[in-house]
């Protein structure tokens, strides 16, 4: 009732579908449901340790059964701006409006981290390139230029960086020149994700204003790559759908307009990204996040785990594979009900409601076909250094059923003190680090938007335009979006997770040649 002709013929043109927009309405109004979690997942409950044995046997044998025609590809989430990064900077220059009263500021504590990118400038791998921009000078008369430099750093008078997408940036320095993310994942993609004749798959989500941007840095760094590492890249790359950007409203949680009058929708999160996984090609996919990327030193560890997570994945496959072929004839055994009870509960963490078992056999097969019929992921975790991140958790499902679920902060009720006291014992925390298997037991494609919790979401506060509006994410890739997977947990190494969230992440050891 609130909708006009004009607004239905707006969202009839932009893709979106009204159905959704009324439960985004809904969700606006009454929230979104909490999640609610039994205990957090650790070692040996929920999250699986490899030893370094396992670990190379592992590597050995997926490289045996990508020689055999697994079909590998990558996906990176890769839309994000930069300019998140340099937000302490944008800070600074708003404060500092002459390089005499920058010294001045810099000796505040609330500026140290800007006296650090100041001190530690020529460590960044941007630095060669920043300084050419300034006709090679830095200072005058032993002053450093404080203003002028983030005014190149981060306008289009030089580097741009403000503008640009993460993955675009110069991370690392090694002597050939400065690298990207972009080529950091080129490089990661030719050692643990090409199939068995070099083909190397890698797709990236990019904003259409840097599409452009993104596909001249490939064409530029692919024919040295692929001489070097013997890979044929095939890399192609998608945009987040309009289709898929949520509503806002007001605070009183109306439709908000804009100026003319028409609706206003924003993007809904890397949650919307699940319509573009959901169009990859590939027997199992990798994902991994843009800004997780280290120079090629300290490469070895993050391509076995990944090759051993990528194994593990198949290795399950296999077995519920063999199981559904058996459930599907629906002629089962007790023997053979037994072990794929077993099964699905002990080694896949899916425990059933209470009297799961005591009805007759077709329910029961019913059951575990759809429990075992499903996308299956699994999802390295670190353990928690501090870092910011969804954590691993046995969760209560709808259906009543309990299994593994990659949970966010917003998703549990901080409110609830035996809540809180769970959140507060997690471990381990996720890196988006997964392997995905996107195919059933037939070979056929699932549908991934079949599988994801809509129940799930987050609300936030935002402006336009001098007003306030509140904004919703739809639910998150990691998390809602993949709440109907089959999830396991493995324990992976801390070296396998550097992001990169303020230019200061940038000089750290990790990111920096020996």
Known sequence: MMFTNKDLDQIVTRGSNLAEIEKQLNHFRKGFPFLKVLRPATIGDGIIRL???????AVKQFTQKVQQGLQPAKFVPASGAASRMFQSLYTFAEAAHSDEEAAKLLREDRFKSVNQFFNQLKDFAFYRKLVATLDNRISEDGHPRYCEIINYLLSD???NYGFLPKGLLDFHQYLEGPRSPVEEHMIEGALYGADNQGNVKLHFTVSPEHLDLFTEKVTEATPALEIKYGVKYEITFSEQKPSTDTIAVDPENNPFRLSDGSLFFRPAGHGALLDNLNEINGDILFVKNIDNVVPDRLKEETVRYKMALALLLTDYQDRIFSFLQILEKKLVSDEQMA??????????CIEPIDNQYNGDESTLIHYLYRKLNRPIRICGMVKNEGEPGGGPFWAQNDDGTVS??????????????????????STHFNP????????????????????RDPETGFISSKSKDGKTLKAQELPGLWNGAMADWITLFVEVPIITFN???TVNDLLRSEHQPL
């Open 432 to 451: 988006v680090d997964l392997v995905c298997g996107v195919r059933n037991y037939k070979g056929e494609k699932f549908d991934l938007l079949k599988y």
């Open 157 to 159: 008078k030089g580097l």
């Open 499 to 501: 992001p990169v969230k």
């Open 51 to 57: 030893n370094a044995e396992k670990v190379s046997t």
């Open 339 to 348: 072990e794929i009870i077993e099964f699905t509960e002990k080694e896949l």
């Open 404 to 425: 593994l679920q990659v949970v966010e902060s917003s998703q549990i009720e901080y409110n609830d003190p035996n809540q809180l006291e769970i959140a507060n014992h």
